[in-house]
């Protein structure tokens, strides 16, 4: 699976943009990236993926870039509650066996300050 | 809110018990999925069901062992425990496995071994 890169925590002013880098640069070509984020030992939380393209929906955007090695994830007007752990994941398609777990990093910490 | 339950939201034992996690996945999801968040291994996929049968195994413990049921919930049984199992215990479903397929996740269970 591809190896992703993310910085350890990021602080962010509430009401402005959150940006969030993810490197991923030994991606393959049918590979997705994922984004969930985790607020304090919830569940994780489905953010958006996308392939090649760039994607937007309620919660966020996802900027690829053209050679697909990394990837921004964009909050537009971060809230307090905004304050999670993001996780940037690569997916493979899927194996012969149908293997389909989804490999975690640290993700990156993102601070929301009042 | 998910759609995925997980019960209970806490568990407390002894050592060298036997406990029961119940997972019940989102409407028409045939695919589940099972993690374990402790403090030092970060999230670790465990084990995955596609429509009762097994699918996939990832660092899942000789002690601990899953099914899932005709009606698509999942249980995860740990046996034998030990206090490194203290852990947050979460369980995903999705449509059926794929890259394509978004794994959705519950609130988790939290398990303290004593």
């Known amino acids: 699976d591809a190896k992703t890169t993310q910085p350890t925590s990021m602080d962010c002013a509430e009401g402005r943009a959150a940006n969030l880098p993810c490197n991923h640069s030994?991606?393959?070509?049918?590979?997705?990236v994922y984004w969930y984020r985790q607020i304090h030992s919830q569940g994780p939380q489905y953010i958006i993926h996308g392939l090649k393209n760039n994607e937007t929906n309620e919660m966020a955007s996802l900027i690829i870039t053209e050679d697909r090695k990394s990837s921004t994830l964009i909050l537009p007007h971060a809230t307090l509650r905004d304050t999670a752990v993001y996780y940037c994941i690569v997916r493979p398609p899927l194996s012969g066996g149908g293997a389909d777990g989804l490999t975690f990093g640290k993700g990156t910490h993102l601070i929301i300050q009042p | 809110d998910s759609g995925v339950t997980q019960t209970p939201k806490h568990l407390i034992t002894a050592t060298g018990q036997r406990v029961t996690l119940r997972c019940s996945p989102r409407s028409g999801d045939l695919s589940v999925y099972w993690y374990q968040q402790s403090l030092d291994q970060g999230l670790q996929f465990l084990i995955q069901y596609y429509n009762g049968e097994e699918r996939a195994k990832g660092n899942i413990l000789e002690r601990f062992s899953a099914q899932q049921f005709p009606d698509l919930h999942s249980e995860l049984n740990l046996s034998s425990l030990e206090l490194g199992d203290s852990a947050l215990y979460f369980c995903a479903s999705s449509v059926v496995p794929g890259a394509k397929k978004t794994q959705y996740f519950g609130p988790g269970t939290r398990l303290l071994v004593l």
């Open positions: 030994t991606i393959s070509g049918n590979e997705y």
